[in-house]
Nanobody, 116 residues
Framework: QVQLVESGGGLVQPGGSLRLSCAAS????????MGWYRQAPGKQRELVAA???????NYADSVKGRFTISRDNAKKMVYLQMNSLKPEDTAVYYC??????????WGQGTQVTVSS
């Protein structure tokens, strides 16, 4: 069992930065692939960034060059550094931990609002 708690969301002006954090509980954190997803009002949840157990990363085209995902296995933490934020980045951001085709865990989400 893994529990995920996100933090770091808030209101930021266009062009600003935020750093989201996801704290995981439970054992064997390092074996999970981790990801950040987001869901804007009226839209489907979409993958923003993912990092594998070995550290490989992938990003949605819309955030490449602006967002960076990282993990600290010793602290059981995953981070999403978001720079050059745009109004279209406004959404609830969710942390995800999974082992493909086996198990999936989600956090409760944190709101990110980009507005002047």
């Amino acid at each position: 069992q893994v529990q995920l708690v996100e933090s770091g969301g808030g209101l930021v002006q266009p062009g600003g930065s935020l750093r989201l954090s996801c704290a995981a509980s439970g054992s064997i954190f390092s074996i999970y692939a981790m990801g950040w997803y987001r869901q804007a009002p009226g839209k489907q949840r979409e993958l923003v960034a993912a990092i594998g157990s070995g550290g490989s990363t992938n990003y949605a085209d819309s955030v490449k060059g602006r967002f960076t995902i990282s993990r600290d296995n010793a602290k059981k933490m995953v981070y999403l550094q978001m720079n050059s934020l745009k109004p279209e980045d406004t959404a609830v951001y969710y942390c995800n931990a999974h082992i493909p085709a086996i198990i999936d865990y989600w956090g409760q989400g944190t709101q990110v609002t980009v507005s002047s």
